[in-house]
């Protein structure tokens, strides 16, 4: 009558899926995945989980001269420190200064005094503009109530000038590879 016929043999090898698909290739076990994570620890300064030999790094992170992300030296950390406590005292005219001397001896220096540099200058570009736009018409109107504006400036200068130098100093102090948030700072500088 209807018999069927009898089920296939069972292979000794790797176990055929329960939905009678073909069975995958599967690497040995003794060789690692091609992917994954490394097989040693990050290098000072990497993000974790992140093998330098896989790609040139995730976005953001801006890369050592080493291309590793070397050790990031004491006297690197200092002039870091340097250039943003300059900049609360001096305006950008030591980070300036910072950027000039060491910006081909040390990608970390060049960048924290750059990002010093670039939010110096974003904030005087938002006082220009912003102090353009408010004079004219306070001198064509001669009412100084279209100064108003200003406070807004003069408020992001007084407390971003002390915030963001203060915490590019800390993290500066400390190896990393930190970045003002975007809409404080233009980067005109690299």
């Known amino acids: 009558m209807n018999e069927l016929p009898p ?3 069972v292979p000794s090898g790797p176990q055929q899926p329960s ?3 073909p069975p995958h290739d599967t690497p040995p076990q003794d060789t ?3 992917y994954g994570p490394p097989p040693h620890p990050a290098p000072y300064g990497a993000p974790a989980g992140y093998d330098p030999r896989y790609g040139y790094g ?3 992170v801006p890369q050592h001269p080493s291309g590793q992300g070397g050790m990031v030296t004491s006297d690197e950390t200092n002039m870091v420190i340097l250039s943003y406590v300059l900049m609360l005292f001096v305006g950008f005219l030591g980070p300036l200064v ?3 001397v060491k910006k081909k001896t040390s990608q970390f220096v060049r960048y924290h005094a750059a990002q010093a540099l670039n939010y110096q200058l974003t904030m005087l570009i938002h006082l220009l503009a912003l102090g353009t736009v408010c004079a004219v018409p306070a001198i064509i109107a001669k009412n100084p109530a279209f100064l108003i504006p200003l406070v807004l400036v003069y ?3 007084l407390v971003g000038g002390w915030v963001f130098p203060i915490l590019g100093a800390i993290s ?6 930190t970045r003002f948030p975007t809409f404080f700072c233009f980067r005109m500088i690299r």
């Open 7 to 9: 089920p296939p043999p």
């Open 19 to 21: 939905d009678g698909l």
């Open 32 to 34: 690692p995945p091609p």
């Open 58 to 60: 995730p976005p953001g």
């Open 98 to 100: 910072i950027y000039l």
């Open 155 to 157: 408020l992001e200068l």
């Open 172 to 177: 500066g102090g400390k190896g990393k590879w």
